[in-house]
């Protein structure tokens, strides 16, 4: 076992949290009874260097169906997907996810499902339903942390028809805000926002799935904003897809919505980069290069700049993460962290959901020139979240389950 400063820092650490994460938790039902720490392990020599420390998040099905008990009834999921991490202003770790009870498919009868952890990741609490919409879909959850008042937004998106019908305009997807008072523990009725949040020619809609953020400085500081997606139908007919964010200046009462990308911007997530500087890093869906595409916005949100790839940060057309951290290294610039699927690129050709690379930044997304990968085998949808200011948290899809890991800054290495 590994044993250095990050060890020693991180058990004083722990003195005072209450918590360690080399040990194995106990109750930790329902994670599966896998839980490792320190060296991943001794005969994977391409690891040799890094140093997680990891739990399985959720069993999930070899047979039709899976049963996890959840803390407002039971909860049946044929899978569960759509991983998405929050940090409450109470340090509590918010793991949100969508319950698919029938299938792995994209639309169907579907569940935001919710877990928490108050020691930073290693026990979980059952699962909590967070909202149901009948026997039709909800999902694309995008919770905001207020840091001001300790509150918790969350923006979704209904439907009850597939894709496809709502593609080409036979039905339509409506966005809904909810929030929480108490840490996550409950949570209010949703109210339905797409009056504001989208328009009538848009006939795809997403949300996230990703965390918003609230701006921490600046002169647009306290705002909320959102990341989305929509699709909408070009003039020879067929669809084609953009991405934009959704900004509040009322916590919620009221919603703008941003400047839109050019064609095949899809999911997203933004990060504040610095004073009055935010960065959108955005999932190419048509118009692909292979890589990801960001842009920014120098007015909290409202209006963008043009989206560009970046040739620097290969990636296969899936969801990726950004967070930016804490440490402010040259009063301008916050440390900039990615997560998202990088196989190498004859396997990115053909959409392999595999090789989950974070990098970080040093110059707000400009250069990008340390990598760690995380996963080296299965890998898709992912969420970040800067646990203190030693460790990182990804949580994300290793099909057939969710893994959530940390990992130190000081694991990341140049590239090259």
Known sequence: MWIGNNFRRRHARDAKTGGNVNEKPEGNSPLIDVYVSGQLTPNAPQLKSMRLSWSLFAQQPTGPE????????????????????????????????????????????????????????????????????????????????????GRIYLLSCTSVKEERAILTGSSYREVWFSYSDDDGLSWSEPRNISSMARKESWYWYATGPAAGIQIRSGKHRGRLVVPANHSFLTEDGSSEYA???????????????????????????????????????????????GYRAYRYSHDGGETWDEMRSHTGRPCTKTQGSIIALSEHPDGVHNILVTSNPAPIEARRALNRREHLVCRMSMDGGKTWPKSLVVEPANAGYSTLIEIDDDRIGVFYDRHPRLSFRTFYREDFRLEG
Not at 67 to 91: C, F, Q, R, W
Not at 261 to 270: A, D, H, V, W, Y
């Open 66 to 149: 899976v049963t996890m008990p959840g803390v407002t009834g039971e909860g049946d999921y044929h899978s569960i997907v759509g991983p998405v991490l929050a940090k409450t202003t109470e340090n509590t770790l918010l793991a949100f996810a969508e319950g698919r009870r029938d299938s792995i498919d994209d639309f169907g009868d579907m569940d935001i499902i919710l877990r928490r952890s108050t020691d930073y990741g290693v026990t979980w609490s059952d699962i909590h339903i967070v909202h149901r919409y009948g026997d039709g879909q909800i999902g694309n959850t995008c919770p905001i942390i207020d840091h001001e008042t």
């Open 243 to 289: 991405c934009h964010s959704l900004y509040s200046d009322d916590r919620g009462e009221t919603w703008k919505i941003g400047s839109v990308s050019g064609p095949g911007g899809n999911e997203n997530q933004i990060a504040e980069v610095g004073d009055d500087l935010l960065i959108q890093d955005i999932r190419l869906q048509t118009h692909r290069t």
